[in-house]
């Protein structure tokens, strides 16, 4: 009886060591470990935006997380006009109009953090080319498309 005990505990503890030596490996806290990796330089797009709002992004701006996390700093902002088209259907006839007082904005932002896993975590999303997500200026929040992300040093 004594040793069914003893190996029942020898087992229950190496299962909690394999369990805390997989979470340390996969959420390093380590300074050396997240030191690893290289920054991130990633350029998003938002999409027709009122001129005044689109000014409102300035070079030096930080960017934040939905949770208020410091991730990015804006290293180049680029305003264009918009090729938004507003379609809209009337009397039997389709019509077409260009909103030209729309702006594009193209924001490239160098990450505040290095990159220490297979891509970079911003909130509960992962910035990826393609990702559509909200960023957070200071006093301005745009819906963004991911357009490139790159590692810098």
């Known amino acids: 009886m004594f040793k069914k005990t003893l190996v029942m505990v020898i087992l229950v ?5 394999v369990i805390l030596g997989l979470y340390k490996i996969l959420n390093p806290k380590d300074k050396e470990i997240l030191a690893q990796g290289n920054y991130i330089e990633a350029t998003f797009l938002a999409e027709a935006i009122l001129p005044e709002t ?5 070079i030096g701006d930080t960017i934040y997380d939905s949770q208020g996390k410091k991730c990015f700093t804006v290293t180049d ?5 918009s090729e938004a088209k507003y379609v809209y259907y009337d009397q039997n006839r389709l019509y077409v109009e260009n909103t030209s007082k729309l702006k594009d904005v193209y924001i490239v932002a ?8 297979w ?6 999303d992962l910035i990826m080319a393609g990702a559509h997500l909200a960023l957070y200026g200071n006093n301005w929040k745009f819906w963004v498309t991911v357009v490139t992300v790159k590692e810098v040093k």
């Open 77 to 81: 902002v680029k305003v264009v006009p």
């Open 54 to 58: 689109a000014e409102m992004v300035k």
């Open 13 to 17: 503890v190496f299962v909690i060591a």
């Open 119 to 124: 891509a970079y975590p911003y909130g509960k």
């Open 110 to 117: 160098k990450s505040v953090d290095k990159k220490y896993a």
